[in-house]
């Protein structure tokens, strides 16, 4: 299962285990980094 924005420019995949995030800009990673230290 994918969650996405709805111009697919951001995009969110849990998994067991974790998940993997899609972003459009390392600007934007960054933001959510810091936001989340310890993951999600």
Do not use: K, Q, S
Not at 15 to 34: C, I, K, M, Q, S
């Amino acid at each position: 299962m994918f969650v996405t924005d709805t111009e697919l420019r951001r995009i969110h995949h849990p998994y067991d285990g974790g998940a993997d995030v899609v972003l459009p800009t390392p600007a934007e990673r960054d933001r959510l980094r810091a936001r989340h230290p310890g993951g999600f």
